[in-house]
């Protein structure tokens, strides 16, 4: 079974300061991770996602994320926060490069402070 | 850019009545998710379509739960009746057959019941 944890339900940052959000996660094989964001009462939007090469992946709106093999760990980040950064963030993990369902983390909130 | 539609965009209905939600994913996407996110968790997966064949239907509550793609492009999921734990977001996915793409999700149906 896959599995996804990210182990902090909110996350707090001042506008400008570098944010990173953790995730880790779980599976038996070579995993497919993915970044998503939401913003209230809307579906999720992709960020980013990691098949396979470089272990620095970048995404939209200036989002990086680095894959730990070892450490099994998939954190989003950025160098600089803006407030409009303020959302709902999901990491997801699965098994193939498409067409496989996503193994959701439990989310984190992001809140930037102007 | 295509997206992927979803209605209604929320829904207020009363225990024991039956409730629909509708979803057109993109145009040639050929796997269509749908999700259940309660609220403070992450989205979890009903069921899954390829095409108009159910792939993943395992954590779908059969007795009062269905969901149908009969032509294999837009979508219904019903539930009939609702109960009071069924108030939650439901959310609409779909992804192309292509290899490293990722899921496109729609805005959501609110669902509150009553």
């Known amino acids: 079974a896959q599995s996804v944890a990210q182990p902090e339900d909110q996350v707090n940052v001042a506008e400008g300061n570098p944010l990173t959000v953790k995730c880790t996660y779980s599976v038996s094989g070579n995993p497919y991770l993915f970044w998503y964001v939401q913003y209230p009462n809307r579906g999720l939007q992709f960020l980013l996602k990691y098949i396979t090469g470089d272990n620095l992946v970048k995404g939209s709106y200036g989002f990086e994320a680095e894959f730990n093999k070892s450490q099994t760990s998939f954190h989003l980040k950025k160098p600089s926060a803006l407030v409009s950064d303020s959302a709902l963030y999901f990491c997801?993990?699965?098994?193939?490069?498409?067409?496989?369902?996503?193994?959701f983390g439990t989310g984190t909130r992001l809140a930037v402070r102007p | 850019e295509a997206e992927v539609a979803q209605s209604p965009r929320y829904k207020i209905t009363e225990k024991s009545q039956a409730v629909a939600f509708w979803c057109d994913p993109i145009?040639?996407?050929?796997?269509l998710y749908w999700y259940r996110q309660i609220l403070g968790q992450g989205p979890e997966l009903l069921v899954q379509f390829q095409d108009e064949s159910v792939v993943d239907d395992s954590q779908l509550p059969k007795d009062r739960f269905s969901a149908e793609r009969l032509k294999g492009v837009d979508s219904t999921l019903k539930i009939q009746p609702a109960e009071l734990g069924d108030s939650a977001m439901y959310l609409c996915a779909s992804s192309s057959k292509q290899r490293n793409t990722e899921a496109f999700f729609g805005q959501g149906t609110r669902l509150t019941v009553v």
């Open positions: 997801a993990v699965t098994l193939k490069s498409s067409g496989d369902k996503l193994t």
């Open positions: 145009s040639g996407h050929a796997t």
